[in-house]
DNA sequence: CGGCTATCTAAACGGTGCTCAGATCGCAGT
DNA sequence: ACTGCGATCTGAGCACCGTTTAGATAGCCG
């Protein structure tokens, strides 16, 4: 770690030189806040700590983040932008709003494990503070309208009961989030692996046995 | 705050004075812990403020906790026996066995209502360093058991397929524990008194969602 | 070239987890 | 009854944390 970080401004003629001025402090933040919570968890990240590693003193992040919350609340807000392309993408692709739902599943967590650092931060709000933060939770409800309409869309197709769509989308928003919830804390993979399965095959099965439940007839 | 607690171990002459040796002083840190939590969220607990808030130095906690894990550790612990003993209760009154799965999650989310602090304690598996910590996931194996035998008992009645039982169970794990997550964190109380209702109201339509899936007939 | 502003440094404050030498007390053994 | 021992608690100390502040620095605009 602690990698020294030579990017100016303007072209400079001594490469090996530190700027006064750093350049990219905000972004190259986020990123060693990323990579520290890969690497020992959220609750290794620190502000001083970040700051060693970009290379610069432990007062310095505070002009670019009024304080620890709104780093967090930007690595949410970078991951909710991530994931809701991730889905948006997943949702045009498929075929009808059925399998749509399946997919969304499948892709929440498959978003989970590819950027399990993001995920890590978003699903502890209080890092991010919320309440001072309000384009969190702006930046976290499109997801759920995407999900939103595709449920209704699954009504139209008669798969899901017309009615009030918001039990069926708390359904699988909870769903979703609870089974990211113990990957990431470590239950989901343990059993996976007592049980000789991965975690990413567990999340297909159980996305396919919704879906199937979906499908069935209506009494 | 800062109750003074004066009891002794003995019958004492000066009722005021508080003693050396405590007496209590391990179920107290729990207790002023859960009401912490309560107060402020887990992110305002610690082992100092505690012993401030007992009347006690602020070494003494470490004659009864390894280090603070240990003392979310115990929370933990305390707070799984407290959530099967109800889920326990519950599958035991109920009908029949997916009607035992649909009051298994409403008495998961009503359990996290009731004892809140418990709960966010236990949704934070990383405070309690679960891998130092091993009776942490002993304790919260005993509800997942609860939870696959009453799968099992729903295949036997026809309800849910034959088969691996551990999709069905995935999912209802997945589906209370983010339902918890949700509720404790924010979003689904938000939502739902955006929609004129109540997240204990929703919780029971979601598990009514559930039920009636599973009950549809097999295609 | 001069000044303005954003940026960064360094020091400081209070709070935290945790450790440790020493004080204190209950209790078991004689 | 007394003595010693072990469990318990104190209080000081270390390193780290978030955050603030005064002052140094450098890019940029006039």
Redesign the pocket.
Known sequence: MRQGVDQ???SDTDPNAR?????A?RAQLIAAGLDLVAAEGVGAL????LAWEVG?????P???FA???ALFAAIVVDGHDLLFSRLDAVRAGSSDAVAALRELLVAYASFAADHSAHMRVMLRPELAESAVHPEVTAAGARPIELLRSTVLAAQDEGAVPPGDPEPVLHMIWSLAVGYVTLWLDGPVEARCTALGTTPDEMIRRVASTVEALLRRPRA
């Not at 620190?46 to 700590?49: Q, Y």
């Open positions: 100016h401004t303007d700027p006064y001025h750093h350049g402090l620190s502000l001083r700590r610069v003193s432990s007062g310095a505070y002009h670019h304080d620890r919350a």
